[in-house]
T-cell receptor, first 109, second 114 residues
Framework: GQNIDQPTEMTATEGAIVQINCTYQ??????LFWYQQHAGEAPTFLSY??LDGLEEKGRFSSFLSRSKGYSYLLLKELQMKDSASYLC??????????WGAGTKLIIKP | IAGITQAPTSQILAAGRRMTLRCTQD?????MYWYRQDLGLGLRLIHY???????GKGEVPDGYSVSRANTDDFPLTLASAVPSQTSVYFC?????????????FGPGTRLTVL
């Protein structure tokens, strides 16, 4: 079957760095996405990885290892507004997105 | 309109009633999707449409139907609502023909079936 695993909840301190991991087993792989979702709002796109390695975009970076079925999202210089759920999704061989349940990130002052 | 709109924002519905959730996008995206999001679960695909005039079944299609008469609109219909269909429903679109994989989401419809 297809499976996306990520931690349910994480807590971090304002100004710190946090890494949110995602492991996946899917039928085919056409890329991995990270989305941010604030409570009561729609998911919004953060990053896309299709090749191994690190993609950096401002305070956010995303890493992919296809051989290990593993990705992480790295958030630096955490701000209170980063409190949200972070969703990992893999595009499978049918070009459909398979979604993890999301990681709720709590930022403390 | 800018992006994707959904209507209604929220709805309380008696079991057995018919309900249509509306979704409209103005980005001329070829692909559209309907998801449901339940606490503790990831987004689950209900139905999708890769282009106007075609639709396909996702992971949880039972009890739902869709149509795609044109590029902009993708309504989702619950023929006879049941309490297990209580959820938040998101419509999304992407520009697959241009090689764009990123999906853009509407604001969601919160549906409660009693």
């Amino acid at each position: 079957g297809q499976n996306i695993d990520q931690p349910t909840e994480m807590t971090a301190t304002e100004g710190a760095i946090v890494q949110i991991n995602c492991t996946y087993q899917t039928s085919g792989f056409n890329g991995l996405f990270w989305y941010q979702q604030h409570a009561g709002e729609a998911p919004t796109f953060l990053s896309y990885n299709v090749l191994d390695g690190l993609e950096e975009k401002g305070r956010f970076s995303s890493f992919l290892s296809r051989s290990k079925g593993y990705s992480y999202l790295l958030l630096k210089e955490l701000q209170m507004k980063d409190s949200a759920s972070y969703l990992c999704a893999v595009e499978d061989s049918n070009y459909q997105l398979i979604w993890g349940a999301g990681t709720k990130l709590i930022i403390k002052p | 309109i800018a992006g994707i709109t959904q209507a209604p924002t929220s709805q309380i519905l008696a079991a057995g009633r018919r309900m249509t959730l509306r979704c409209t996008q103005d980005m001329r995206h070829n692909a559209m999707y309907w998801y449901r999001q339940d606490l503790g679960l990831g987004l689950r695909l209900i139905h999708y449409s890769n282009t106007a005039g075609t639709t396909g079944k996702g992971e949880v299609p039972d009890g739902y139907s869709v149509s795609r008469a044109n590029t902009d609109d993708f309504p989702l219909t619950l023929a006879s609502a049941v309490p297990s269909q209580t959820s938040v429903y998101f419509c999304a679109s992407s520009d697959r023909l241009a090689g764009g994989n990123e999906q853009f989401f509407g604001p969601g419809t919160r549906l409660t079936v009693l």
